[in-house]
């Protein structure tokens, strides 16, 4: 069974100049941090890449392979079926949207072994959840600025009301900060997705060291 406790969305747009070490391109400063957060205990990597192509994703894909296949950090491509085919011996985890591939035409393309994972952002989306899907991203929960065609936040009532009428893992993203970690896992997560709370400082190992302790303060609280 997954674990998706602690679940770190990012790709190269998402890196800033205080993360890259001498001459270290994007790209290899993201190698470089998801590796380092894999070493340390992180669940779920999702490899978000807006501004690469088909080709320098699956690149990178199997970089980010390399990187974690000692731990047991999973790994995620976001929305792009094409990329995951071709990389499906290496990913464990698509992400869909709703609009983006249906679910069970995904699953038939890559096969039984990678998990799909689909976006909620409503609950009104609940009914069409295919049974296929393996758990549910759910939100944005707070405002976020990390992606800028992000639906209107659902708040934690939103999202209590979502888990309280899936039997699905559920995974909450948008807005997610330390001192909000708490109070969703007493709510029933099953995991936080984050993009800025580990990228936001020069030391985003800190951060997710941080991130993680309060995670588990809150998963005693449940």
Known sequence: MSNYD???IAGPENILPN???HKESKTQSLVNIVKKLAQNGLDVFQLRAKTLNNNETIKLIFELHNAIKNTSTSLC???NVQVAYKAKKVIDILHLGQSDMHPEEAQALLGDSIKI?????????LNTIPKCVSYIGVGPIYATNSKNDASLPIGEEGLKNIILKVNL???AIGG?????????????VSGVAVISNILNSNDPLQNFIKFKEEINK?????
């Open 77 to 79: 491509i976001n929305d």
């Open 169 to 171: 893992p559920v995974v």
């Open 19 to 21: 993360h890259q070490a």
């Open 6 to 8: 602690t679940y770190f």
């Open 176 to 188: 997610i900060e330390t001192n909000n970690l708490k109070s969703l896992f007493t709510l029933g």
């Open 218 to 222: 809150g998963k005693e609280r449940k």
């Open 117 to 125: 994972g689909l976006s909620i952002t409503n609950i009104k989306q």
